[in-house]
């Protein structure tokens, strides 16, 4: 009996790992995170009509905090789909792209900027989101 109880539990610990959820699990950091650096990248978009020297200390001290983020959801198991948003975010055709064109340029258009503040304040919005529908978020 004693042999038979011990198989079982050897399985029952075996399947544990298959009861897990497949998916990441929720972080009040990574919402809270989100919410601020977005809150930070909006703002200071929406000042790139002035000259990217009066920011570029601004910039390169957020650009480094978004990184810092994206490699703390690197940092979590299972969440490649969150990563995979950072890289988009920070990539060329979002704020990577925006940064670069306003280092270029040295100022921006208001129509560029506010069609990129939208852009950005909509992906940031659905990386909030994507967190929040992870197993353990609050309902």
């Not at 990129?116 to 992906?123: I, K, N, T």
Request: hydrophobic share 45%; net charge neutral.
């Amino acid at each position: 009996m004693l042999r038979l109880s011990g198989y079982l539990l050897i399985l029952a610990i075996g399947l544990l790992p298959a009861c897990a959820p497949s998916g990441p699990q929720y972080s009040l950091a990574a919402e809270r995170e989100i919410t601020r650096l977005k809150s930070r990248t909006l703002r200071l978009m929406e000042s790139a009509e002035m000259p990217f020297a009066e920011s570029a200390t601004a910039v390169g001290k957020l650009e480094a905090d978004l990184e810092t983020a994206r490699a703390n959801a690197a940092g979590r198991n299972r969440n490649t789909a969150s990563v995979a948003q950072w890289d988009l975010l920070l990539g060329p055709d979002l704020l990577g792209g925006f940064f670069g064109r306003w280092r270029a340029e040295g100022a921006l258009g208001p129509t560029y900027i506010v069609e990129s503040v939208d852009l950005v304040g909509a992906a940031l919005d659905e990386m909030r989101d994507h967190e929040q529908r992870k197993p353990g978020a609050p309902r």
